[in-house]
């Protein structure tokens, strides 16, 4: 696992010394993601410059150090990832009379994109990666990013000058280039707690979107090509084509095999490695298949929390202890959080609020203490249904349905008439018990609910944080992302596929992944991710919706194979999450940092939110009158992000 990092000057009007300069400072931005090696290259008279910092995982001899040149001298190759069928191509080129110099699957992509056109080498690599590969020959720069969105990769084109690394802080580093903020990624933001791809918080600087690559020639004015190489759409697609029968029993079989080769290719290192471990579905079935395959017990690792609605430790314990892991385990207090909280905007680079951020860099740092790699459980939600929101809008669908339209548009309109003052009396004055239930919160939602035309607007509006964050952001302008492009689920079912679409597409790579990816790199840990091998997803698709979503619950093949390994009474419980006790902590140990950020004079100088809309959320988050843990989480997350960087 790397940080990668570069320029493509197309006037070619640096020096060879300035351009290596220029890109040493913009690599020693990732040392964090490199710890173990550290290499810049440089071809002036191409105008590129290209840069790796290396965590040495496979092959730690000097055969593995980047930039790498290919045998023939005609390709350069920066590469952040790990390819973990790389073997199965070197017999091929071996007969086409490449000898190798190690061991490590990045000389196996640069010698295969030596060897074959890049449309040939793709659809072979089964792993998570970025890579740059520069054409000394061509002088094309091309850059590559894996099916799923596993590994990150930004670009930016801004004259004659192309930009492109791991990491935002990569593209900053260079002083040639002021960076501006997008005011619209802001209003996207605030609806969804990341800035959905392509978009950055950035002008000009874009996201290169998964299971894509981009190709850049050096002349002037030449503008970047991007192609889609796999594309999930038509994956869904074709699964519905190729879909199994109900109730298959080898269905079973096939995926615990498929899942058992996926972790089992993911255990390859030559340093320690080890599994979080969290007692839920997914985490728990990538320890037991680990455990399955090795000879001595797995390192887990699991976080903690004092409050128990939070806390999966106890769940985590037992697993580990049926399946006779080594497991570690650390609770989280409030000065924890604290503590790492002010670190978030330099690793998140851009504003990101997931609050589970914080317990995923606490576990990474943890774990990073014992081993170098750890496998992760994520994905299994988005592949197997396993969402509580799913079910909410199958649901919502059923009732919505009962309900004639023009009877829907009028109660919305009502509910949106109603002031925060008038909406509070109403709450005030319903039976104790329903008070608990029928929050502000809930008012909006449904509210926002009933005024959605459409299964894909409803959707959107179950996903929002901020059902209209225009009102919120000034502007009134929102950068779209793939959730909001035209017909993007046709042709699925719209109460289950439809969405686990829209999440694998979005949610996924913006959200989780970007969250694992950072956190871990951040101490220098790889994170891998054997639920999303893209044969998995390729067989989630082929799957009907009865073999992932029985009696109100989702993952039901997932369960069935992970009951193989671990008993039910151990597995058979409410979905938690990754959560933290924001809601307190807002109140308590974080009030007074949260306080400094969102005081009335430092909201009006940065000019970018509704400065009464924001103290009043606070107001009354403080006061108990209403509940708003995660919007004020990503108000803050702004306002901590704009003070570290703007």
């Given amino acids: 696992m790397c940080g990668i990092t570069g320029l493509l000057d197309q006037a070619a009007s640096s020096s060879s010394e300035r351009m290596r300069a220029t890109v040493s400072k913009m690599t020693e931005s990732l040392s964090h993601r490199g710890p173990d090696d550290r290499g810049v290259w440089e071809d002036s008279a191409g105008g590129v410059a290209l840069g790796q910092r290396r965590l040495s995982i496979v092959d730690l001899s000097l055969a593995g150090h980047q930039p790498m040149v290919s045998a023939n001298g005609r390709f350069v190759i920066v590469y952040n990832g790990e390819v973990y069928n790389h073997n199965d191509s070197r017999p091929e080129l071996n007969e086409l009379g490449v000898s190798f110099r190690g061991t490590s699957d990045t000389e196996v992509i640069l010698e295969a994109c030596a060897a074959w056109p ?6 072979r690599l089964n792993g998570m990666f970025a890579f740059a590969l520069w054409d000394r020959r061509d002088r094309i720069l091309t850059l590559v990013r894996d099916r799923l969105g596993i590994k990150p990769l930004y670009w930016g084109h801004f004259g004659s000058l192309f930009l492109f690394g791991s990491e935002l802080k990569a593209l900053r580093a260079n002083t ?27 002008e000009g600087v874009n996201k290169l979107e998964p299971g894509m690559f981009l190709t850049i020639k050096a002349q ?32 079973i079989d096939e995926l615990d095999s498929l899942l058992k080769d996926a972790v089992g ?33 797995i390192k887990t690792y699991c976080i903690g929390f004092e409050q128990d609605r939070f806390d999966e430790a106890p769940h985590a314990k037992a697993v580990a202890q049926h399946l006779g892991t080594d497991h570690t385990e650390l609770y989280v207090s409030p000065k924890d959080a604290l503590d790492v909280i002010p670190e978030l905007p330099h690793w998140y680079d851009e504003p990101f609020a997931d609050s589970s951020q914080i317990p995923t860099l606490l576990v990474s740092r943890l774990t990073r203490k014992h081993v170098t790699v750890a496998l992760s459980g994520d994905g299994g ?26 009877v829907r548009s009028l109660t919305g309109l009502g509910l949106r008439t109603l002031s925060p003052q008038m909406r509070d009396w109403l709450i005030r004055r319903l039976p104790k018990g329903l008070r608990r239930t029928v929050t502000g919160a809930r008012i909006e939602k449904l509210r926002d609910v009933l005024s959605a035309t459409g299964d894909e607007a409803l959707y959107r509006q179950i996903l929002s944080l901020w059902p209209n964050p225009s009102a919120l952001v000034l502007g009134n302008r929102e ?53 999303i091998d893209y044969r998995v997803v390729e067989f989630s698709w082929r799957l009907p919706t009865s073999m992932k979503v029985r009696d109100g619950r989702g993952k039901w093949i997932l369960r069935q194979v992970l009951s193989r390994y671990v008993p039910d009474h151990l597995i058979n419980r409410p979905k938690m999450g990754f959560g933290v006790p924001m809601a307190e902590w807002l109140r308590g140990p974080l009030r007074e940092w949260a306080e400094d950020l969102l005081t009335e004079s430092s909201l009006r100088e940065q000019g970018l939110l509704d400065v009464k809309l924001v103290r009043r959320t606070w107001q009354e988050h403080l006061s108990g009158h209403h509940e708003w843990p995660d919007r004020l989480w990503a108000i803050l997350m702004l306002q901590a992000w704009l003070r570290a960087w703007a």
């Avoid at 939600?381 to 023009?406: T, V």
């Fill in 176 to 202: 040639d280039w002021a960076p501006q903020i997008r005011a619209d990624s802001i209003t996207a933001y605030m609806r969804h707690t990341y800035i959905p791809g392509p978009h950055t918080i950035y």
């Fill in 220 to 251: 002037t004015g030449a503008r970047p090509h991007l192609e889609r190489y796999w594309d999930l759409r038509q994956v869904a697609q074709q699964g519905k084509l190729d879909r199994a029968k109900p109730d298959d029993p080898l269905l």
């Fill in 118 to 123: 890049l449309e040939k080498v793709l659809p």
């Fill in 381 to 406: 939600d988005e592949l197997f249904a396993g969402y509580p929101r799913y079910f909410w809008n199958m649901r919502l669908q059923r009732s919505l349905s009962r309900i004639p339209g023009p």
């Fill in 479 to 531: 950068a779209f992302g793939r959730l909001w492009e035209p017909n993007l689920t046709e042709g699925l079912d719209s109460s289950v596929e439809a969405p686990q679409l829209v999440d694998t597409l979005t949610y996924l790579p913006d959200d989780i992944l970007t969250k694992v990816d950072r956190a871990s790199m951040a101490v220098g840990l790889e994170a891998r991710v054997p639920l």
């Fill in 265 to 297: 290719r993911r255990m390859v290192a030559d340093v320690p490695l080890g599994a979080f471990l969290s007692g839920g579905i997914d985490s728990s079935t990538v320890a037991a298949l680990m455990q399955a395959q090795s000879s001595r017990a």
